[in-house]
């Protein structure tokens, strides 16, 4: 089935811990994306790709670090910079760039504290 | 910068019946898109609606349809014959070229039986 895969599902991370959150998508999609979704509060996105090798900073990416070596792949890295990790994370795609393209969403990951 | 506005953080319906969800957004540009995106408890976002903005007619998807007033920059979904499974919160959502995608604060529907 064609779709985005983000795992794990729950993550917890201990106090000055990095911790990676996988998506992947076989979509085929050239753009993927990471947004912070927070209680009350809509999605915030923290980076994006356009193209595999280039990545770009959204509203809140500090704390955060992405890489995207391969055009399904992008996952997303919460470094210990980040004070307030707690929050529903959503990786997703879309075809290209445009402000057209609708983006296509993985069903998430709930990171915690411990 | 562009802001979207939810205002009405939870609504209900009756099964059946029609229910409108607000969405209004600022912005300085003439051509950009709105989405409606529902999250169901599941908490994957799904696409309900697109609407661009140089077009005139009101997007419509089956129960789903939209009020788009470009002059007044009010997005508002109508879902007619409510049913259980439309229970979810729902996102409006604006991007215009060059720019990042901007989400509203959501709008939780309950749908009772």
């Known amino acids: 089935d064609g779709g985005i895969t983000q795992s794990p599902k729950y993550l917890f991370r201990k106090e000055g811990q990095n911790v990676t959150l996988s998506c992947e998508q076989n979509l085929n999609h050239d753009a993927m994306y990471w947004y912070r979704q927070d209680p009350g509060q809509g999605l915030r996105l923290i980076y994006y790709s356009q193209i595999v090798n280039d990545f770009q900073k959204g509203d809140i990416a500090e704390g955060y670090s992405v890489s995207r070596e391969k055009k399904e792949s992008f996952p ?10 707690t929050a529903f994370y959503l990786c ?5 760039g445009l402000a057209k393209n609708i983006q296509y969403f993985g069903a998430g990951t709930r990171l915690s504290v411990l | 910068a562009q802001t979207v506005t939810q205002s009405q953080p939870e609504m209900s319906v009756q099964e059946a019946e029609t229910v409108t969800l607000s969405c209004t957004y600022d912005t300085s540009e003439s051509d950009y898109y709105l989405f409606w995106y529902k999250q169901p408890p599941s908490r994957q976002m799904i696409l309900v609606i697109r609407q661009e903005a140089y077009k005139q007619q009101n997007a419509t998807e089956n129960r789903f349809s939209v009020n788009f007033q470009k002059a007044a920059k009010s997005f508002s979904l109508k879902i007619s014959d409510s049913q259980l499974g439309d229970a979810a919160m729902y996102f409006c959502a604006y991007r215009s070229a060059g720019n990042d995608m901007r989400f509203g604060a959501g709008t939780r529907l309950t749908v009772k039986p």
């Open chain 1, 92 to 96: 997703a795609s879309s075809p290209g």
């Open chain 1, 76 to 85: 997303l890295t919460v470094t210990s910079a980040q004070k307030n990790p």
